[in-house]
């Protein structure tokens, strides 16, 4: 995707606040000082909505689809906003997370479904989000920090508009100042609607603070994980982490006031809800290629790289962006244009400063071109290889001179591995997915473990996918996750 479809949808965010003013809030009933009306809204998220599955593919499974979109439907038509086109879908992202844009549009990601365990929990993250569009949330809080963040979402080595996708950090920027938490009292509103919607509908409203409970534990899972290795702590599902924890007593007050629509035998839906799982990829997919032991394995591409071991690799759909543990010096990669001419590319495609030595030669046995430099005063080096008709970008970027100086060795030694893919290594890059398993009597996490191929951290993250973290055991009969 180009820069300007990002541009396009900025100015719709932006240039709205020209015709803000009072409306009926449809949760409350009260006036609010809003940015827009809501055939606005309905137009402004059909335009992103264009641009996010662009970025973030929806998940090729019509049955998982239809399955998720039908549990949101039935919630919405519960909400105070019937009417409005909502649509839900499963995006092919491995990261735990869910969110919504204005105007009726819910995603969740398949990363975030395999630590669900049931109906109940999945309707309660899909009423959450339900209830944030319903409160109009979105929209009721212009930020400067927005205009703020398109602008410094720009600040990437590689320039964007060259075919690369690069432009795409400009729509993640945009939906994290829509959907990356709005305050501790939103956040309680959107659960208390949810709740509401949750008992309206047939489920439990305790499914809410279940699943919250769910997601407070990858969050402690992730902030151990960060201890361990120095790494930053990874982004976790937004504003429940942020605004309270999973036993906050307005939280639990919040939810109790949808037990006045409970029904006598609320559906949980856990066997039906793990049925949908088997074949569902855990991590990386194919078509984004796989990170084994620091490397991306691209079978789809024919292309391999390996990054620094210690480095965090973050395998994003637009790019590969890896960081040092100090978080002082990066690697980026990106395709490029589909041509054979990589000096261009390089002198035209990288923001340099004045002064940069250019050169050719090959990359893994293939045509290349590179740069050494600096941006704004950081030290960058480039590489753009010529492979199967595509232009590949390879950039390395440090703090300071000082930094450059410590990572020089690791930054070329990263971009020099780029070569294609050997027979070994289609092996490796095989993907893992989901499967399910029936536990028999005796059997314990630790044993799961040990058959797992995820390596390290494999009890911790069966532990969390199955509802048993920290240090739980399955019941003899108990369907259980495992991956393969």
Wanted: charged content about 20%; hydrophobic content about 40%.
């Amino acid at each position: 995707m180009t820069s300007q479809v990002f541009r396009r949808i900025a100015v719709t965010a932006l240039g709205v606040l020209a015709l803000a003013g009072c409306a009926h809030n449809p949760v409350s009933g009260d006036r609010d000082f809003v940015l827009m009306s809501e055939q606005q809204e309905i137009q402004m998220g059909a335009q992103a909505n264009l641009a996010v599955l662009k970025e973030y593919a929806a998940l090729d499974n019509p049955a998982l689809q239809a399955y998720v979109n039908e549990v949101g439907q039935r919630l919405a038509k519960q909400s105070e906003r019937p009417n409005l086109p909502w649509h839900f879908t499963v995006v092919d992202s491995p990261e735990v997370n869910a969110f919504a844009l204005p105007g009726g549009y819910v995603y969740i990601t398949r990363g975030l479904l395999a630590y669900l365990n049931s109906e109940a929990e999945l309707a309660g993250v899909v009423g959450h989000e339900i209830g944030h569009v319903t409160a109009r949330h979105g929209v009721r809080q212009p930020s400067a920090s927005t205009a703020a963040g398109l602008g410094a979402a720009l600040g990437s080595i590689l320039v964007p508009g060259m075919g690369n996708q690069a432009g795409s950090a400009l729509l993640q920027t945009l939906a994290q100042a829509w959907t990356a938490g709005y305050g501790r009292e939103h956040e309680l509103e959107a659960d208390r609607l949810g709740a509401a919607y949750l008992a309206k509908t047939g489920y439990d409203p305790q499914a809410m603070i279940d699943v919250i409970s769910v997601l407070k534990n990858q969050e402690r899972y992730s902030a151990e994980q960060a201890a361990r290795s120095g790494h930053p702590q990874r982004a976790t599902y937004h504003g429940i982490f942020d605004t309270h924890p999973s036993n906050d007593a307005r939280l639990g007050q919040v939810v109790a006031e949808a037990n006045k629509y409970r029904v006598s035998h609320p559906r949980e839906g856990r066997n039906d809800y793990l049925q949908k799982l088997p074949g569902l990829y855990f991590g990386d997919s194919p078509d984004q290629g796989v990170i084994r032991d620091n490397a991306l394995l691209h079978e789809k591409l024919g292309l391999a790289i390996q990054f620094p071991p210690d480095w965090r690799v973050q395998n994003r759909p637009d790019r590969v962006v890896v960081t040092s543990p100090q978080g002082d010096a990066l690697l980026e990669l990106v395709q490029g244009p589909k041509n054979d001419n990589p000096l261009e590319t390089v002198q035209k495609g990288v923001k340099l400063d004045t002064g940069a030595r250019y050169d050719t030669g090959h990359l893994g046995g293939f045509p290349a071109a590179f740069a050494a430099g600096a941006q704004q005063g950081k030290p960058a080096v480039v590489a753009v290889v010529v492979f199967n008709g595509t232009q590949y970008l390879i950039a390395g970027m440090t703090r300071d001179t000082a930094t450059y100086e410590r990572e020089r060795s690791a930054l070329r030694a990263a971009i020099n591995s780029f070569h294609a893919i050997t027979p070994a290594e289609k092996l490796t890059a095989r993907p893992y997915v989901l499967q399910l398993l029936t536990s028999r009597p005796g059997l314990t996490m630790a044993a799961l473990a040990r058959q797992s191929p995820l390596g390290v951290e494999v009890e911790g993250q069966l532990r969390l996918m199955n509802d048993l973290y920290p240090d739980g055991e399955p019941r003899s009969g108990q369907l259980l996750k495992i991956v393969q």
